[in-house]
Each structure stands twice: as C-alpha cells, then as structure tokens.
C-alpha cells in the first residue's frame, strides 16, 4: 500500500472541495414529489370496477381528491391501502 503526504494546505484544499461537492449535490436532491393518479388509472392499476372505487370512497377505506368530477388518489394512500391490507403467508 501506497502512503500519500499532504501538507495541511493540501488537505485544507480537499476537504473545501469535498464540502463544496456535497452541497452540490444535497442542492439537487429535491423532495420527492407526490404523484396522483385518476380514478381510471387507479382502477386499472388495482384491476377494480368503478363500482368497487366507489364503495371504498364511500367507506372510508380510501382518501381521494374531487375537482369538478374528476376523482384523484394519492399513490402513496393506493400503497397505504394495500399495506393495510396485506397478509403473511401462513406457515406450515
């Protein structure tokens, strides 16, 4: 193995441009954007009626958004709503 000397100069220089780096690149992390989906993708995404949508608005078991007729869902709810629901295996 192959030492490296620096002179404290040297190293002050590198951790600057290693600071530099790592606000750079936090800068381009930006939040994570929710993303909706339309009743139709939705439906298509869970393989339900639009009946079988409805009855879930209507019980609670789902959260949405209505503008104008348009029904909306979070797709991070539509991945809540199949947490919940999920069920182990059953061992043998």
Not at 19 to 47: A, Y
Not at 62 to 88: A, H, P, R, T, W
Request: without cysteine.
């Amino acid at each position: 193995m192959e030492a490296i000397i620096l002179t404290k100069e040297q190293y002050n220089e590198l951790v600057t441009r290693l600071d530099f780096i790592t606000q750079q690149l936090n800068s381009k992390v930006s939040p994570k954007k929710e993303t909706f989906l339309d009743n139709q993708e939705f439906l298509l995404l869970l393989k339900i009626s639009k009946r079988t949508a409805q009855t879930w608005r209507d019980e609670g078991k789902i959260s949405f958004s209505q503008v104008g007729n348009k029904i909306y869902y979070k797709l991070s709810d539509v991945e809540k709503l199949m947490q919940e629901n999920y069920n182990k295996a059953f061992k043998r």
